[in-house]
Each structure stands twice: as C-alpha cells, then as structure tokens.
C-alpha cells in the first residue's frame, strides 16, 4: 500500500515536471464519443451509401434525409463530398408545388418535412433559401385546417399525417414543428400554433386544450398516436377504451410543445416530464418494447435537449445524466462495423442506415464539449 502510494505520488510530480496534466474523465469521454461518431461515419461511407448518393433509396428520400441530417449535426459541411452527394440525390426530389418527396409518394408530408430540415443545416451560405421557402409553403398546405374544411374543434385540426390514412398523426405533425421552426418559423407562427392544437390532444391531460374523450380515461400525462379517426395508440388502448401512452409520442409531444412555446410551467410539460420520470429508460422504448427504439432514442436526445434538464430524477428518485447514459448505452449497441440496427423489423429500423442515422441525430444531443448548451437543430 504504501510503496504504491509513493509511486503515485513520484509519478505525479514526473507529470508535473513534464507539463502533462493527467487525463480527465470528460477528455476520456469526449474520446469515446467521438469513436463511436468516427465509426458510423465509416460506415456509411464505406457500406451505407448507394452510387446515386442515396441511403435506402428503395423507400423514398426520407431514410437519406435522416441520415444527412445526422452527418451534418455531427461535424460534416454541404461541401464534404459524402454529404454533398446526398444532398444532390435530395434535390432531385424537389417539386413544383414546393415539395420535397418521391413520385405519387403517399409520404409527402413526411418526407418534405426531413428534407426542409436538411436542406436548412446544410443552408449556412443560403444557398437552399428558395427550397426552403417553398417546401415551408408547401407543408403549410398539407396542415389539416380550414383548408381543408376543419374547424378547431375537429380532432384532425393543426395535424399532419400520412395520405394513406387520411387523418392526421402525432408523428408527421411532430416532423411538421421540426420543420417549421428549421424554416425559421417562431413559436407565434399561425401554423405552429395551429399544430399545438393537434399535439396538445394527443395528451393524455384533461385541459382547456384537451377535452377528447380519451385524456379522462388514461389521464397519466403521457402521449399517443392520434385523437383523430376514432383515436389510436400504437401502445394499444386501456381496458375502458383509453389510449395507451408510449415512450416515442411522449418525449415527440414534449419537445413539440416546447417549440411552440410551451413554457416550464405549464401544466402540460409539468405532466409530460412527470410521465418521463416515471418510464425513465434506456433499455426499451417504454410501453413499446424494441419496436421503433433508435426513433426512440433520437426523439429522447431532442426532447431532453429542449428542456434544458441535465439530468433527469427517475421514479426511484435517482438523477440520471441523460446524455452521458444515452451515450454509453448506443456505443454498447453499436456493431463492429460502425452500424446500428434493430432485431425488430417495425418501421423499416432493420434497416442499417436509417437506424444509423437516428443513432447520429440522438449523439447530436450529447456532445460532452456541448452539455451546458442546448443543440437543437435551428
């Protein structure tokens, strides 16, 4: 014991004398982090992209403009050849209506709103304002509103959804905020506010904002799929006919609220974050097992970013450093190749790339340099 002591302490003063000061943990952190991003680039570099700049271009641009979006949130510029390929395969999707989305695509909403939030990261130089512009204009037209014959009483009114189901959903009107704001639309924006109406009814919170039918039965403050078309939950529905709430809708109709102006205060993030606290994991998305986990993850890292919370006090009343633990928990899961994918084949996430790409969005989040700061896309 006491030989070793010495030794420490000689060494020591051999490290001081040298001028090296010992490494910290944050260094050793920052190192790991960087590791894990370094190897999912690689990837994709070397295993992801198709010769047309796609990523899974089977199913439309939106698994592309997931995964640029991760490239340029984690240090790539419009310029590096890899992103830049990717965003020239994108471009070819613009239409003349203004959006951004494949041919007769039932999707349109979906994927204009992850390119727009694309096409503004990689926009440093303007050089995507009238994309930009446009595609904003185009979404706007899609929202379900007066438009479309909706008053705001309707449960489809502020939504946005797939055109197949002809309602809206919390997802695509989540991906919709996303894009208003990256389009430089504040919180007192019409459409923006227009969707608050839709997501706040997507909570499980009786409210002035939310007198549907389901929010009394299943009243935990969490959120679910959608109100309209009869109401749905992913999670299922409660023994009275209450809609689920689930990890993924939760930390989306938090973050989504928080955009459009939501303060800490009100009721409906005070119930959100309650709700949080008390399915607080990393192991599954809560309520939903493994099905749709790296979206999961991704739309934890987003939603914890906007609250400004460095930790996050479990049920148990353990506080828990959300970052450094997402962190540690995707470079646990990553494969030796740089990849990530999902054994559930549920929303497309055994798909390498796009589950890779929502892995980059969530580390994003958690840069260690960056953990006082909030690092939500513009």
């Not at 006491?2 to 060494?11: D, E, Q, T, V």
């Not at 920052?30 to 590791?35: E, G, S």
Request: glycine share 10%; charged share 25%; net charge neutral.
């Amino acid at each position: 014991m006491c030989h070793s002591f010495l030794s420490w302490c000689l060494l020591c003063l051999f490290i001081v004398a040298i001028g090296v000061a010992p490494a910290r943990a944050d260094d050793a952190d920052a190192d790991d982090y960087r590791q894990t991003v370094d190897r999912a680039i690689r990837f994709l570099e070397t295993k992801g992209q198709e010769p047309d700049g796609s990523f899974a271009g089977y199913a439309g641009p939106g698994v592309t403009a997931v995964v640029t979006a991760g490239l340029l949130r984690n240090g790539r510029t419009a310029d590096d050849p890899l992103v830049a390929k990717s965003l020239k395969y994108l471009e070819g999707f613009v239409r003349p209506d203004g959006g951004i989305y494949a041919k007769d695509s039932l999707y349109r909403n979906y994927e204009t709103c992850l390119a727009m939030v694309v096409f503004s990261e990689a926009n440093q130089d303007g050089r995507y304002d009238k994309i930009v512009k446009q595609a904003d204009h185009f979404v706007k037209g899609l929202q379900w509103d007066e438009s479309e014959d909706k008053k705001k009483d309707s449960y489809d009114y502020g939504g946005a959804g797939y055109g197949r189901h002809k309602r809206p959903d919390l997802s695509n009107t989540s991906f919709l905020i996303d894009a208003l704001r990256a389009a430089g639309n504040g919180p007192d924006d019409e459409a923006m506010q227009k969707a608050l109406t839709f997501v706040s009814r997507c909570q499980n919170l009786e409210s002035p904002h939310n007198t549907t039918p389901f929010s009394a039965k299943n009243p935990d403050g969490g959120f679910y799929y959608t109100p309209a078309g009869g109401g749905q939950s992913q999670a299922g529905q409660t023994s009275d006919g209450g809609l689920r709430s689930y990890g993924s809708m939760t930390y989306a109709g938090l973050k989504s609220m928080i955009y459009a102006g939501v303060g800490p205060n009100d009721p409906r993030v005070a119930a959100a974050l309650k709700w949080i606290k008390k399915h607080y994991t990393l192991e599954m998305n809560p309520e939903m097992g493994n099905a749709g986990l790296y979206y999961y993850y991704h739309t934890f890292a987003k939603a914890l970013a906007a609250t400004g919370l460095d930790q996050i006090e479990d049920a148990d009343g353990r506080k828990h450093d959300w970052r450094k633990e997402l962190t540690a928990e995707l470079t646990r899961r990553q494969k030796p190749d740089g990849s990530w994918v999902n054994d559930n084949p549920r929303w497309l996430e055994t798909n390498s790339s796009l589950v890779t790409g929502y892995a980059l969005l969530a580390l994003s989040y958690c840069r260690p340099a960056e953990k006082k700061q909030e690092t939500a896309p513009k």
